[in-house]
């Protein structure tokens, strides 16, 4: 007597395989080249205050008095800096990286009478806020100019 073998049916077997190809593809697009890595650009929100500009970047598990560096110049707001990778000791190995690391270079635009005493920089839970004072371009003081009449000279005429 011959036994049939069958084979079991497993209605999520081309989703897993597909779930594995798509994990493979990402893995090897935004980790596997090494490229990614060195494009570590910190997100930032620029929001008015009022007639201050506030700058927020998100720099989580930075040592900023270290490794970060805020300056005005040419009137620009350049904010440089560097993420270095921890290592860890472990038996296993990284499997995934997400973090990026390497060094950045944020730039803003600033309006010609900004200063750098207008600039101040603050640092509290893993974003960078920097605070640009007054940046609204001073109005000037209305004044009055007097309107002076000029006649044409008469020949003849004398003042």
Not at 4 to 11: E, F, L
Not at 81 to 107: C, I, N
Not at 131 to 148: F, L, M, Y
């Amino acid at each position: 007597m011959a036994i049939a073998v069958r084979s079991m049916w497993d209605p999520f077997g081309s989703l897993r395989q597909f779930d594995s190809e798509f994990d493979t593809l990402v893995r090897r697009a935004f980790a596997g080249n090494g490229m990614s890595r060195a494009a570590f650009v910190p997100a930032a929100d620029v929001v008015r205050d009022g007639g201050d500009v506030v700058v927020t970047l998100e720099l989580p598990g930075i040592d900023v008095e270290k490794d970060v560096e805020v300056e005005v110049a040419d009137r620009r707001l350049l904010v440089t800096g560097r993420r270095h990778e921890e290592t860890t000791e472990d038996e296993g190995g990284v499997l995934v990286r997400e973090t990026r690391t390497g060094e950045f270079r944020r730039e803003f635009a600033l309006p010609e009478h900004v200063t750098a005493d207008q600039v101040e920089a603050g640092y509290d839970r893993g974003l960078l806020e920097i605070r640009v004072r007054d940046v609204a371009k001073p109005k000037a003081e209305p004044r009055r100019i007097t309107v002076r009449a000029e006649r044409p000279a008469v020949e003849g005429e004398t003042e």
